[in-house]
């Protein structure tokens, strides 16, 4: 049996005589095909005792490999794990030879068939994402004069942003003296936080 890769020309070639035919009419020695089947060649040249050989070509059905995961984001320090689809065995970039591997660096990773015909890979993308330590900008705890306004920074500087007064904003403004917590969140990385206390600063009293 010989195995022929779709999209692929097979050359088959008889030997061991001087007149030929085979089975898609053709006399030549050698016949190339594109398609599976069996074939047979027979040596002409003695009509009394003609001999014929066979050969049965294989169509190999190529296998569809699939990631069951999409490209995805984790944390550092976390794990995904990838699986593949669609073949008995395979091949990875990273060299393993399992349906599913571990990641925990960024990076493309495709996977393979291991197949006697070439199979298209797929591809996940993974993105390992540092976690994002917040804080506010202005000393903790800060004064509040009476009547006053002053402004709340969280840094860095990101839209991922939910302080307690329900505010997204990068900054805020605050005119009461109370405790204001700050909640980071990428979606990827596990909540951060931040916070400050204001007091009111009394106001100063005149003396003569």
């Given at each position: 049996m010989a195995n022929l890769c779709p999209g692929a020309t097979m050359i088959l070639s008889a030997t061991g005589a001087s007149n030929y035919l085979w089975n898609t009419n053709e006399t030549s020695?050698?016949?190339?095909?594109?398609?599976?089947?069996?074939?047979?060649?027979?040596?002409?040249?003695?009509?009394?005792?003609?001999?014929?050989?066979?050969?049965?070509?294989?169509?190999?059905?190529?296998?569809?490999?699939?990631?069951?995961?999409?490209?995805?984001?984790?944390?550092?320090?976390?794990?995904?794990?990838?699986?593949?689809?669609?073949?008995?065995?395979?091949?990875w970039n990273n060299n393993a030879n399992t349906p599913s591997i571990n990641v925990i660096t960024s990076g493309a990773y495709w996977v393979n068939a291991v197949s006697v015909c070439p199979t298209e890979p797929d591809t996940v993308v993974v993105a390992v994402i540092q976690p994002t330590n917040v804080s506010i900008q202005e000393p903790n705890p800060s004064s509040l004069c009476m009547g006053a306004t002053l402004d709340l920074h969280a840094v860095p500087i990101s839209t991922n942003y939910t302080w307690s007064t329900t505010e997204t904003t990068n900054a805020i403004s605050v005119n009461t003296p109370d405790q204001y917590i700050v909640n980071f969140h990428d979606g990827v990385c596990p909540n951060t936080t931040a916070s400050i206390t204001i007091e009111d600063s009394p106001n100063p009293v005149a003396e003569i």
């Amino acid at each position: 049996m010989a195995n022929l890769c779709p999209g692929a020309t097979m050359i088959l070639s008889a030997t061991g005589a001087s007149n030929y035919l085979w089975n898609t009419n053709e006399t030549s020695s050698s016949v190339n095909t594109i398609t599976g089947g069996q074939y047979f060649v027979t040596d002409t040249t003695n009509h009394c005792f003609p001999d014929t050989a066979f050969v049965q070509v294989n169509l190999v059905v190529l296998p569809t490999i699939t990631i069951t995961e999409n490209d995805t984001s984790i944390c550092q320090g976390e794990t995904v794990t990838l699986h593949a689809n669609g073949a008995s065995n395979y091949i990875w970039n990273n060299n393993a030879n399992t349906p599913s591997i571990n990641v925990i660096t960024s990076g493309a990773y495709w996977v393979n068939a291991v197949s006697v015909c070439p199979t298209e890979p797929d591809t996940v993308v993974v993105a390992v994402i540092q976690p994002t330590n917040v804080s506010i900008q202005e000393p903790n705890p800060s004064s509040l004069c009476m009547g006053a306004t002053l402004d709340l920074h969280a840094v860095p500087i990101s839209t991922n942003y939910t302080w307690s007064t329900t505010e997204t904003t990068n900054a805020i403004s605050v005119n009461t003296p109370d405790q204001y917590i700050v909640n980071f969140h990428d979606g990827v990385c596990p909540n951060t936080t931040a916070s400050i206390t204001i007091e009111d600063s009394p106001n100063p009293v005149a003396e003569i």
